[in-house]
C-alpha cells in the first residue's frame, strides 16, 4: 500500500478515537452532574453543562495556533504524539472528579495539549497526492466528525452497561492505544534541518500573513459558523430526547444514538463529496451542503418522536460530510508550503471557538427559547453562512481554484 494511504487509514482510525474520546460525555453529562455530582435544576444543569463541554475548546481556542507553529518547526508526528499521550492520561483523571469545578478544569487541561487532529490534517495534506487532496480530506474528517457523533452513541452505551465513571478510563486507553499505534505505523519525511533555516515568525505575524491571503479569513470564519450552529443545540439534546422518550428507560442509548446518527450518514457521504469536490469544485460542495444542513436542521423543532428526530439528525448527516473536509480542502490550496501547519493550527483555533461559543450560548437560550428554538437558530446561521461562503469564495475567484 502506498505510503499515504497507509497514514490515512491509522491517522482515520486515532481521529476517530480521539474525537470520541472528547464528545463520549455528551449523552450524560447532564444525567452525571444531576446524579452524581449534585446539581439540581434544569437550567443550572443546561449551564453547567454547556460550560464543561464548551471549556475544551476554550483553552484550546489559544494553544492551537502555538502547536501548528512548533509543528512546521520540529514535525507533525511529534505534535500527534504529544497530543495523543496527553489526552489519554487527561481523560483517565477526569474519572476522578467529585465536583462540576473539577471536571471543568480537566476539561480545560484537555484543550490545553489538544492538536491531534489538525496535526494529523496537515500530515495528511503533506504526504497526499494534490489531486487525492479531496478524497483524503473527506476520509481523514470522516474519521473525526464520526468519532464527534459516534462518540455519544457509545458514551450511552456504556454509561447504561458500566456506570459514568468507568467512561472515562476506557476512553483514556482508546486513546493511549491510538497514540502507540501512530508512533509505530505512521511515517513522516520531515526535514528539521531545512525547517530550522526558514524564518520563524511570531504567531501574530504569522497569522497577519496568512489572513493577507484574500480566501483564508473567509475560511476560518466559515469554519466558526459551521461548528457554532452545529454545537449550539448538542448539551440540551439529553434532555430533548427525554421529552420525546418519555420514560427513563434506556434513556443513555437514545440520548447517544440521537447525538450519533448523523456519524453513520457522515461516514459514508464525507468521503464521496470530497472524491465529487476533486471533481467539480470544492467551494461548489461546500456551499451546497451549507444549504442542505441548514435546511435539514429546521423540521427537528418539530418532531413528536425520538424515531422522527433520528430521521432528521441521519438526513443532516449527509449534508455534514461535506462541510469541514471542503474547508480544509480550500486552506491547504491556497495556503503557501511551509505554512500549513500553521494554517490548520489557526483553523483549529476557529474551530474550537465555534465549539466553545456555541454549548455555552445554546445553555444560556435555552431556558428562553427551548431547544426548539436552538434548532431554528443553527438553521438560520447555516443558511446565512452558505451566502457569506458564496459571497467571500465564489465571488472573489475561489471557483478556479477550488476545482
Not at 457509545?154 to 476512553?171: E, H, K, L, S
Amino acid at each position: 500500500m502506498e505510503r499515504w494511504k497507509v497514514n490515512l487509514a491509522v491517522l482515520w482510525f486515532g481521529n476517530f478515537l480521539v474525537m470520541a474520546g472528547m464528545t463520549m460525555i455528551t449523552p450524560f453529562l447532564s444525567l452525571y452532574l444531576q446524579q452524581d455530582l449534585g446539581v439540581t435544576g434544569d437550567h443550572e444543569i443546561g449551564v453547567w453543562a454547556g460550560f464543561i463541554f464548551a471549556a475544551n475548546f476554550v483553552t484550546s481556542f489559544f494553544f492551537q495556533p502555538l502547536w501548528g507553529k512548533l509543528s512546521d518547526r520540529y514535525g507533525r508526528k511529534m505534535m500527534l504524539l504529544r497530543s495523543g499521550f496527553g489526552m489519554s492520561l487527561v481523560i483517565m483523571l477526569m474519572g476522578f472528579a467529585t465536583a462540576p469545578w473539577q471536571l471543568l478544569l480537566l476539561r480545560m487541561m484537555n484543550g490545553v495539549i489538544s492538536g491531534f487532529s489538525p496535526a494529523a490534517v496537515s500530515l495528511v495534506s503533506a504526504t497526499t497526492p494534490k489531486e487525492k487532496m479531496g478524497f483524503a480530506m473527506g476520509t481523514l474528517q470522516s474519521g473525526g466528525t464520526a468519532g464527534t457523533i459516534l462518540g455519544p452513541l457509545i458514551g450511552g452505551v456504556m454509561a447504561d452497561t458500566f456506570g459514568f465513571r468507568p467512561i472515562f478510563y476506557i476512553t483514556g486507553s482508546l486513546l493511549f492505544v491510538a497514540s502507540t499505534l501512530s508512533w509505530i505505523m505512521v511515517k513522516e519525511s520531515f526535514d528539521r534541518e531545512a525547517a530550522a533555516r526558514r524564518p520563524q515568525a511570531s504567531m501574530i505575524k504569522g497569522f497577519r500573513e496568512l489572513v493577507r491571503i484574500p480566501q483564508l479569513p473567509a475560511l476560518f470564519s466559515v469554519t466558526f459558523l459551521i461548528q457554532f450552529a452545529m454545537l449550539s443545540p448538542m448539551a440540551l439534546m439529553p434532555l430533548y430526547v427525554k421529552e420525546l422518550h418519555g420514560t427513563p428507560e434506556n434513556l443513555a442509548f437514545w440520548a447517544g444514538f440521537v447525538g450519533s446518527v448523523t456519524g453513520f450518514s457522515n461516514m459514508v457521504s464525507a468521503p464521496i463529496l470530497g472524491r465529487l469536490s476533486d471533481r467539480i469544485g470544492s467551494t461548489r460542495i461546500l456551499i451546497v451542503s451549507l444549504i442542505g444542513a441548514g435546511v435539514m436542521f429546521v423540521p427537528q423543532a418539530f418532531v413528536g418522536s425520538v424515531p422522527q428526530l433520528l430521521v432528521c439528525r441521519f438526513l443532516l448527516g449527509c449534508f455534514v460530510g461535506g462541510l469541514i473536509p471542503t474547508v480544509n480542502s480550500l486552506i491547504r490550496r491556497f495556503t503557501p508550503d511551509g505554512r500549513e501547519s500553521r494554517a490548520f493550527g489557526f483553523n483549529s483555533s476557529f474551530l474550537a471557538l465555534g465549539n466553545m461559543i456555541g454549548p455555552v450560548v445554546g445553555g444560556a437560550l435555552s431556558g428562553f427559547i427551548g431547544i426548539q428554538g436552538l434548532f431554528l437558530v443553527s438553521a438560520a446561521f447555516l443558511l446565512a453562512t452558505s451566502v457569506w461562503a458564496y459571497a467571500l469564495l465564489q465571488r472573489r475567484g475561489a471557483r478556479a481554484a477550488g476545482r
